[in-house]
């Protein structure tokens, strides 16, 4: 970059060392990472908005291109054709030995002839590979709408010694959606409806071109192009974790997480339900131990008083022993 100079009599530069600065720094390599309210119009989990697939990598492009935390990968199409995305999420060093650290895992996940002295320096030198996924059941909108602002916390958390420790240590494979059809069917059925006594209905059609809520039941024939797209880059990687996130119904709200009760199936191996038990009670171990006072925007999906009113209304009619509609069933809302 050349820097202009204004010349006197013994010709001196007239910008000193202080302005220079200055002058770089105003134009950093990779600019201040968006806000999500900033591309989307709206805070992620303010009331009344859903963000359409569409919208949500919108953002995770113009995130990718302002930091060097992350990387955004096309790994397929959805049976409607939309293009499906992970995001690797990590420090900078981390994501430019990309490469060496996806050979490590799966050196790992298939260790034959490897000697155990091997495999602990492959785990020295590796790192933790963590699939998290949103939107598997597109109704259960809080969870596509949050990988949206986890992306963002994690990028953007430099002065957070917990999140900068994350990105030293762990490769996030984030997937923003892993049902896009889904997600944006979903959305623009509730917009469709907002204001109307039908806000919080639920929709009248599949969210996934043919089996709707069961496309996470195709872990065994793997029959849907969806599940064998994850099940192709799950191969492909092999993370030590992967996170299926889910959402409860409203009445009551709870929250499942290991230990899970005995007994479980003896036909899955010790290590991983054990290990499954292991990453649950830390779970819950930090929340108890969180000093939070408050709960992140993107954990609150409220109601309007319509929505209230129409859960009352299903809550009762549940209790009279009839089957209601509407509101209860509501993934993104909670009463």
């Not at 923003?176 to 059925?189: K, L, R």
Request: net charge neutral; with cysteine; charged share 20%.
């Amino acid at each position: 970059m050349r820097i202009p100079t204004v010349t006197g009599s013994a010709r001196t530069p007239y910008f000193t060392v202080a302005t220079l600065a200055l002058f770089v720094n105003a134009s950093p390599l990779h600019p201040q990472p968006p806000t999500p309210e900033s591309v989307l119009g709206h805070r992620v989990g303010a009331d009344f908005h859903l963000a359409t697939f569409e919208e949500s990598i919108d953002y995770f492009h113009q995130l990718a291109a302002a930091t060097d935390r992350l990387e955004l990968r096309e790994v397929g199409r959805t049976s409607f054709g939309r293009p499906v995305y992970i995001a690797l999420i990590s420090s900078a060093e981390n994501l430019r030995n990309l490469d060496r650290h996806r050979e490590i895992a799966l050196r790992l996940a298939h260790p034959r002839g490897l000697t155990d002295a091997e495999a602990r320096a492959l785990a020295d030198e590796g790192r933790a590979l963590v699939h998290i996924d949103g939107g598997l059941h597109a109704s259960e909108a809080a969870t596509h709408q949050h990988t949206i602002q986890l992306a963002y916390d994690l990028v953007a958390g430099d002065d957070d010694p917990e999140i900068a420790a994350i990105l030293d240590n762990v490769i996030l494979m984030l997937w923003p959606s892993i049902n896009p059809d889904g997600q944006t069917m979903i959305a623009e059925w509730y917009r469709s409806n907002l204001g109307t006594p039908y806000e919080v209905a639920p929709a009248p059609f599949l969210y996934q071109k043919y089996i709707g809520h069961d496309n996470n039941r195709d872990g065994y024939m793997i029959n849907q192009i969806e599940s064998r797209m994850a099940t192709r880059v799950a191969r492909e990687w092999e993370p030590q974790i992967l996170y299926n996130h889910h959402q409860s119904s409203p009445f009551p709200t709870r929250i499942w997480i290991p230990p899970f009760a005995e007994p479980i199936s003896p036909h899955v191996h010790p290590l991983m339900w054990r290990t499954v038990n292991l990453i649950g009670m830390s779970m819950a171990q930090a929340r108890r131990g969180s000093t939070a006072t408050r709960r992140p925007a993107s954990t609150r999906f409220r109601t309007s008083p319509r929505a209230r009113a129409s859960c009352a209304r299903n809550r009762s009619t549940a209790a009279r022993g009839r089957v209601g509609g509407g509101g209860c069933g509501t993934r993104w809302t909670t009463c």
